[in-house]
């Protein structure tokens, strides 16, 4: 009986021994786990502050623009964005926006006008394709003039894009612009040769003088 007894009682303490091992290894597992995910939380929720305070960071200077041609020309440049509400000899009122840089005396200039029959309040217009006629009235005509290259018209005319209008009062005006717009180039002997740019960008522009005198 006495060797019979102790052949049942080893078995149960080589599976009570085993069951404490797995239980250990288990718990120091799941404490190993536990702590990876804690930290792994931990880094996201820094990610995500970061990236927040990335995209709450953004205060762009009133009266300033970043526009960037792509195309036939590749460029971005930035600078003065001012507007104000100019007079015909008639009377009949337009809404002029320029957005230029400010280079010193003698150096490279950029200048882009965008023009139409009045102000525009907050929204998504139209800009005006030059090539199909005259523009209606809620749309508006983009032009673009660079010293680096000569054209035979002056510069580059919109066909076509959209300007979306984020805030508009009495003395700030703020957006963005996507169009493309094309310039004709005479290479002698009768031949041309159509060049296009893309221009988008913002602007936060303040009411001034353009600069601008209507015949």
């Known amino acids: 009986m006495k060797a019979s007894t102790k052949n049942h009682f080893f078995p149960i303490v080589l599976l009570l021994h085993a069951e404490s091992f797995m239980l250990k290894h288990l718990i120091h597992t799941n404490c190993l786990f536990g702590v990876f995910i804690a930290s792994m939380l931990f880094m996201g929720c820094n990610l995500t502050n970061s990236d927040n ?90 032009s673009y003039s660079d010293s680096d290259f000569k054209g035979d018209h002056g510069g580059y005319k919109s066909t076509g894009g959209q300007l979306n209008i984020f805030s508009s009062d009495e003395n700030q005006l703020s957006g963005s612009l996507s169009t493309s717009a094309y310039e004709t180039v005479h290479l002698g002997d009768g031949e041309f040769q159509r060049v296009t740019v893309n221009i988008t960008g913002e602007f936060y522009a303040e009411e001034g003088e353009t600069g601008v005198i209507m015949n």
């Open 53 to 142: 305070n990335l995209n709450t960071n953004v205060n762009p200077e009133p009266g300033t623009f970043e526009i960037n041609i792509t195309g036939e020309i590749e460029k971005t440049f930035y600078g003065e964005a001012v507007y104000e509400i100019l007079y015909g000899l008639d009377g009949t009122p337009v809404f002029w926006l320029t957005l230029r840089d400010v280079p010193t005396p003698g150096e490279d200039y950029r200048i882009i006008n965008i023009t139409g029959r009045e102000m525009p309040g907050q929204g998504t217009y139209d800009i005006f394709d030059a090539e199909k006629g005259e523009p209606i009235k809620d749309e508006y005509y983009v």
